[in-house]
């Protein structure tokens, strides 16, 4: 499956920003989806997961209450809304499929977008 991440861009601290993952190819509803992410000069860690339904969803601590992951199989889009974002959200922002939900570690995904950058000011 190709993924094809956007929607980063410059926002203030405590703003909003809502990324896009498109996908094409492969069954979109085949795989679970996540959202990672590598700030300069940091591993690339995990933000948030769901899984093919879109009934289960998983998140990084740091970003819990504040970042919801989604997906419209009919559209083959999964989708992270980021509000109160903070300066320390700034990276990178990767989309991922995976064949099994849960997964939290890179090896775990197949398929990787290109990335899409989110800053914020502080």
């Known amino acids: 499956v190709q993924l094809q991440a956007s929607g980063g861009g410059l926002v203030q601290a405590g703003g909003s920003l809502r990324l896009s993952c498109a996908a094409s190819?492969?069954?979109?509803?085949?795989?679970?989806m996540g959202w990672f992410r590598q700030a300069p000069g940091k591993e690339r860690e995990f933000v948030a997961g769901?899984?093919?339904?879109?009934?289960?969803?998983n998140y990084q601590d740091s970003v819990k209450g504040r970042f919801t992951i989604s997906r419209d199989n009919a559209k083959n889009t999964a989708n992270l809304q980021m509000n109160s974002l903070k300066p320390e959200d700034t990276a990178v922002y990767y989309c991922?499929?995976?064949?099994?939900?849960?997964?939290?570690?890179?090896?775990?995904?197949?398929?990787w977008g290109q990335g899409t950058l989110v800053t914020v000011s502080s």
């Open positions: 991922a499929a995976a064949l099994h939900y849960g997964a939290t570690n890179t090896d775990d995904y197949r398929y």
């Open positions: 190819g492969r069954t979109f509803s085949n795989y679970a």
């Open positions: 769901i899984s093919w339904s879109g009934a289960g969803t």
